[in-house]
């Protein structure tokens, strides 16, 4: 299949079930597709939870089960509020009736008078039409012996005129923002490929990272194990003592969906979601930020959003450094966060969308936990400097007043409620996990004053590979963009949450005094602590103000203002919105320079998982028991990545160290391996710790390929030595730094042989003793027959056997699970 059309597998399974959702549950056109990917995820997370609960597989089938059920809520909850609008309709119209100065011939419906209405905008962004031809009228008071102290709108009853057409795709507004994120999503897509296809094994070419290793190995549990469930992931990590473990799975699933639907393997399939996901969410979300930074339907705002999700493929720290440094399911989530706030946002002005936000919310968590706090302190931002202030609907009294500004705050938290508790279960599983990831830090050696420049300019962790970066133009024009909406749109919100990310950034670099450290550090530390990743909301929302910034630029030179001149100036600004979008990208891309292919390029270097080790895998899955019981190995020298490559059953899917005690089957055969076949109390015939533990466990294999993966991360000898002198174990493979070794109990001497035979090893293996040499035979033809031993004797007790002298060993260290770089 030709990679392109892969890629339009991807973007369906990526956007399809969570656009059917959201336009079934009540969102119109435009914001169905907008908010399709995190709802979409938000299915695959649930479906991968639930199902998990059941002895059933992770499946397309079952997901399409759950999708099913999702979607009869969704028309329930549809069918819900159409009926209740036709309620309150009906006693309108009986109100109207009882009023004696009312005409009770074609009465007409009210429509409510709100602040948005106001400004041109009704619930969720519906443009308000004036024109005789609408049918809206504005009654004054004293206009009717029934007048009022307030205005009130009416709408006649024509239905042939009311604009139906607003908010759904035969609305124009919504042109400009679609063509820049697409613009955006494409140039990240093809520029990615034409990068990703140039290594040596193209699309399916190995990272050679950090937690890309795990992110794999999940993908390919659910396609061997068929689970998938966050909560269930200690069974992929844990081989030996099934630990429980948490961790959010949305991201593997709707890769192996994809992988599944597309017949492309694991790797290539993990490399292609990052692209493909990551591409179509982050230009979008760009794009929404700016919109709701004007926050009205006018052609700023719709230039804006354009150009915004042009410029989002220009920035180093989102999309590139976040490739480079592994960090794929987590800038997914963060990717998807400006949809979700800008969809909480219409909340309030049309709570139907309270289902669509509250699967967006899921969608986003289930990626990655830790994008949540940028919604809520986005939105929490939002409801404080401008929706308590100016509410969704206007009140006509002092009780009015509060009760509409209650009515909000619960449809925002109502929403959020919403999707809070279907992930509840999941929440609290992960909750006991948090310790790990706030005890990560990244500080660097900087003051105070130069952490604020990095963090102000976005020069943080392998910014300096983009040596052709240049943010001076971004943060002028976003300057222009920020006193634009803080004097025009009086939005404050948004620049408090600007300062805010860049405060935490900040902070991660050199923490502050007390208490602010602290306080910053319990936001930050869901974050890794790390200011490559805090950065990341602080740079979208730079750049959507860069893009407004510019938006006003063209809208005061071609004279914008002047009603008179309204088409003229609608189609110059076009034409230069087009022209300068454009632009955008052909600067960007000479701005990044050549940073965007090395951040392709360098994770895949080979220094882990070259062609040498994928030869040995290959060999490996061809050999007796190679996938019963499980291989053994270091678990940094990056051997792990044969679970994802073909399936073979390494006992380390991870760089992570396994949940195991000190005395675990695995920690003894880590540190021990060297005495498998070894004897015990002087006897060599007899068994010891350790080739029992090799038996409990199931090991038929070791693996060895040095080095590892960190400089600080010491030689275990007892592996990478001391298995060739092993008594229990046989060498049956080699290749440069690639080792293979059989363990003998699990194999008959025929099949040991015939994986020693000639031809079979690249390189020639060393000579296995025979019973003559070391006197086993028993009669006169056995005398040149290969000897390979297994202990025959159960442990009959006496004195322990010698352990070998610990010089030179490491401990094992226990890695959390982090997306790091891949180099210091």
């Known amino acids: 299949m030709d990679t392109y059309q892969t890629i339009i597998i991807a973007a369906l399974v990526f956007t399809v079930p969570g656009l059917v959702l959201n336009w079934i549950s009540g969102l119109k056109g435009p914001w169905a597709i907008a908010a399709a990917i995190p709802s979409t995820f938000g299915l695959y997370g649930l479906a991968a939870w639930l199902i998990g609960l059941t002895d059933a597989r992770f499946s397309v089938g079952t997901v399409s089960v759950v999708w099913a059920i999702l979607l009869l809520l969704a028309l329930v909850w549809r069918g819900a509020f159409l009926t209740f609008r036709g309620w309150r309709e009906k006693g309108s119209r009986r109100v109207e009736s009882a009023e004696p100065d009312t005409p009770r011939t074609s009465p007409p419906t009210p429509v409510e008078f709100t602040p948005a209405a106001e400004s041109g905008r009704v619930a969720g962004d519906a443009a308000l039409d004036l024109s005789p031809a609408s049918g809206v009228v504005l009654t004054l008071p004293g206009e009717h012996a029934g007048g009022g102290s307030a205005p009130v709108l009416r709408q006649r009853r024509r239905w042939w005129l009311q604009d139906w057409r607003t908010g759904s795709f035969l609305d124009p507004v919504w042109l400009l923002p679609a063509a820049g994120s697409l613009l955006g999503a494409w140039l990240l897509i093809s520029r990615s490929l034409e990068y990703l296809e140039g290594t040596a094994q193209g699309v399916n070419h190995i990272f ?91 052609l700023t705002a719709q230039i804006a959003a354009g ?21 794929w399911p987590y800038l997914a989530a963060v990717g998807v966060s400006g949809i979700v706030l800008a969809l909480f946002m219409a909340v309030p002005y049309r709570p139907v969308a309270a289902f669509a936000a509250a699967m967006a919310l899921m969608g986003m968590t289930q990626l990655h936990p830790s994008a949540a706090t940028i919604v809520v302190l986005g939105l929490g931002f939002w409801w404080l400097f401008h929706l308590l202030w100016s509410p969704a609907r206007r ?26 508790v279907a992930l509840l279960p ?34 943080t962790r392998h910014t300096d590979a983009f040596e052709d970066f240049n943010p001076t133009w971004v943060i002028v024009l976003a300057v222009v963009g920020a006193v634009a909406v803080l004097v025009w749109r009086r939005n404050i919100w948004a620049p408090v949450f600007y300062f805010l990310s860049v405060w935490l950034t900040a902070n991660a670099l050199q923490p502050f005094e007390e208490p602010w450290g602290s306080w910053l550090n319990t936001i930050g530390s869901l974050h890794y602590s790390t200011a490559h990743r805090l950065v990341m909301p602080a740079a979208m929302f730079l750049f959507a103000a860069a893009a407004v910034g510019v938006a006003v630029i063209i809208r005061l030179i071609t004279l914008g203002p002047v009603k008179k001149w309204a088409l003229p100036s609608t189609i110059a600004s076009v034409v230069l919105a087009l022209l300068l979008g454009w632009g955008t990208a052909v600067y960007s891309e ?31 899955a061809q050999q007796p028991s190679a996938y019963e019981g499980v291989i053994m190995g270091e678990p940094a020298d990056g051997h792990g990545w044969m679970y994802a490559y073909n399936g073979l059953p390494s006992l380390n899917r991870h760089y992570q160290w396994p949940t195991t005690g000190p005395d ?42 040095p080095s590892n993966f960190w400089h600080f991360q010491g030689i275990n000898r007892a592996l990478n030595e001391g298995l060739w002198n092993a008594p229990g174990l046989t060498a049956v493979y080699q290749d440069q730094n690639v080792s293979i070794f059989a363990v003998n109990e699990a194999f008959t001497d025929a099949e ?73």
Request: no cysteine.
């Open 752 to 824: 040991l042989a015939q994986m020693r035979a000639p031809g079979n090893s690249p390189m020639p293996l060393g000579p296995v003793p025979t019973k003559g040499e070391l006197d086993r035979a028993e009669t006169p033809t056995e005398e040149d027959e290969p000897f390979f031993h297994r202990p025959t004797k159960p442990d009959l007790g006496g004195p322990d056997p010698d352990d070998p002298v610990n010089e030179g060993y490491v401990e094992p260290i226990r890695y959390p699970i982090v997306e790091v770089p891949v180099n210091q």
């Open 426 to 459: 999941q929440i609290l599983s992960g909750a006991e996990q948090t310790e790990e990831v706030a005890s990560f830090s990244a500080e660097e050696n900087v003051t105070h004053a130069e952490a604020w420049t990095k963090a102000f300019t976005m020069m």
């Open 307 to 327: 150009l915004a999700g042009v410029a989002a493929f220009g920035s180093p720290v989102l999309f590139w450094i976040g490739h480079y440094v592994g960090a």
């Open 208 to 298: 050679q990272g950090w937690d890309v290793h795990w992110h794999a190995s999940v993908v390919q549990f659910i396609e061997r194990e068929g689970i998938a469930s966050a909560t269930r992931m200690g069974e992929l990590q844990n081989l030996e003592t099934q630990a429980e473990m948490y961790y959010p799975t949305a991201w593997h699933a709707g890769t192996w969906l994809f992988a599944e639907l597309s017949g492309v393997s694991v790797i290539a399939a993990v490399n292609l979601t990052y692209i493909v996901l990551t591409a179509l969410a982050l230009p979008l979300s760009t794009a929404l930020i700016a919109w709701r930074l004007v926050n009205k339907r006018g």
């Open 590 to 620: 000479h701005n990044l320079g050549e940073g965007a292919e090395w951040s392709i390029a360098a994770p895949r270097d080979d220094r882990m998982v070259s062609a040498v080790d994928l030869r040995a895998f290959d060999w490996l």
């Open 664 to 705: 675990d089957n695995t920690n003894l055969l880590y540190w021990h391996g060297n005495l498998i076949g070894a004897g015990n109390h002087g006897d060599p015939d007899q068994r010891n710790y350790v080739d029992d533990a090799a038996a409990d466990l199931g090991v038929n294999y070791f693996f060895i390929s």
């Open 395 to 420: 009140a006509r009294s002092v009780k009015g007043a509060v009760a509409t500004r209650l009515r909000d705050l619960v449809l925002l938290g109502g929403a959020g409620l919403l999707g809070a």
